[in-house]
């Protein structure tokens, strides 16, 4: 269960339905929350955060996740959760060391090419969703020229203190298999010195395997 809750950090997304018709907001306070969020992640050189990452079925698993600029990221799991999703800002790669199975996928192909390509205009691709709290931005992103990689719904609190006046809570997606992943974010903490080793992997495929 838990080798399917990871997958979907990396997998192709579909659409996540939620059955009610979301009205926009009017398009100047749109275009001024994209902007701000815009400002966030290109405000974010690197940023850890604790996270727990929950499936459908209520199943959570725990880690701590690694992001630098340009398009790395890392997600270590809990101790006996042998597995690891890690972009060394070309690929996005997921690894299951029990059973020695790496798979890659390039970042533009992810739905956290959101998170991870800050340079690319939000206003092109997101919109801006209506939130029960004031206190919260969301925004849902889909790339309109591959409309088969899906849509992610980020979310976002507005944090005077933060970078950009945003504090990045999580995002949820639904892959192509039908799996429900939220990961939801704590304590995150930006600007601090990440090496770029932390971006690597042990391949744990034999030698006369990989490619």
Do not use: C
């Amino acid at each position: 269960m838990i080798r399917i809750i990871a997958l979907a950090l990396a997998a192709l997304p579909i659409a996540i339905g939620t059955g009610a018709v979301l009205a926009p907001s009017p398009v100047a306070a749109q275009q001024d929350t994209l902007a701000q969020v815009q400002r966030h992640l290109r405000s974010v050189d690197t940023m850890r955060a604790d996270f727990i990452e929950t499936n459908r079925a209520g199943q959570s698993v725990r880690g701590e996740m690694f992001l630098k600029r340009p398009g790395r990221i890392r997600f270590s799991y809990e101790e006996g959760v042998n597995i690891l999703v890690v972009s060394d800002g070309r690929a996005l790669t997921f690894v299951d060391y029990d059973v020695r199975q790496v798979q890659r996928w390039p970042i533009g192909d992810s739905p956290l090419s959101v998170l991870l390509n800050p340079d690319r205009d939000l206003a092109e691709f997101a919109r801006v969703i209506p939130s029960a709290r004031n206190s919260e931005v969301r925004i849902e992103a889909r790339d309109p020229e591959h409309p088969e990689y899906g849509t992610i719904r980020i979310i976002f609190l507005r944090s005077p203190g933060s970078p950009g006046g945003l504090m990045l809570q999580g995002w949820t997606v639904l892959d192509s298999q039908n799996n429900l992943t939220t990961i939801n974010l704590a304590n995150q903490r930006f600007g601090m010195e990440i090496a770029n080793r932390t971006f690597r992997y042990r391949d744990p495929r034999p030698r006369n395997r990989r490619r």
